[in-house]
């Protein structure tokens, strides 16, 4: 028995999220079905990021128990020809029997991004959020200066989560903008479920005026979901990477 890691990247439109779940076409499902017709064995794959229904990635990491004698580095090209053109495998190894991609020490970086102009891109609908009203990008990055740190994030975690602490860390985090799509990006160690998205749209609320960008000080303070903004719609989402230490 040996374990493989995989680095994953999809694009989410047609799941429902990664996590398995009856009567539901998720990624993990898909990943599980296919690899257990190549190995000829039942195989169970354990993600790094339980991604939402109709968020992107482009290296989720994934890792799997099989008997197989395939070198752990072919089973990326044997895999990426049985499942579907909107999942693709971008790397695969032999990892350590006990590493495990959701508990080890790690960095996620994740973008948000916004189609900020008068009318949508139709090509862009499925990979960014369309918002016509007017942005201020300066006042964006302003306000994520309050989020560095090591913070409670209670205003930012989505209802229904199951957390012993909200307490989070942000390694950084950045506003950029080129042409008419602006970008948010957030590294951290660990994130609530539907943090990133609150984050987003709480920012755009910043952005178009509706509050100054002291505004973040005061809704981290509140540890209080009511006191932050919306959640940004799931299809800006993408899971950019995960470093491991």
Known sequence: MKRIGIVVAYDGT???GWQIQPNAVTIQGILNETLSRLMGEEIQVMGASRTDSGVHALGNVAVFDTNTRMPGEKVSYALNQFLPPDIRIQLS???????????????????????????????????????????????????????????????????????????RTITGIEVFKDGDMITIQVSGTGFLYNMVRIIAGTLIEIGNGQYPPERMREILDACDREAAGPTAPAHGLTLMGIRYE
């Open 93 to 167: 190894e032999e990892v350590d029997p006990d590493f495990h991609p959701r508990y080890s020490d790690s960095e996620k970086t994740y973008q948000y991004r916004i189609l900020n102009r008068r009318f949508p891109i139709p090509t862009e609908r499925l990979y960014s959020y369309f918002y016509h009203y007017h942005l201020d990008v300066e006042k964006m990055r302003e306000a994520t200066s309050y989020l560095i740190g090591r913070h409670d994030f209670a205003s930012f975690c989505g209802a229904g989560a199951q957390v012993r602490s909200t307490v």
């Open 14 to 16: 047609n799941y429902s």
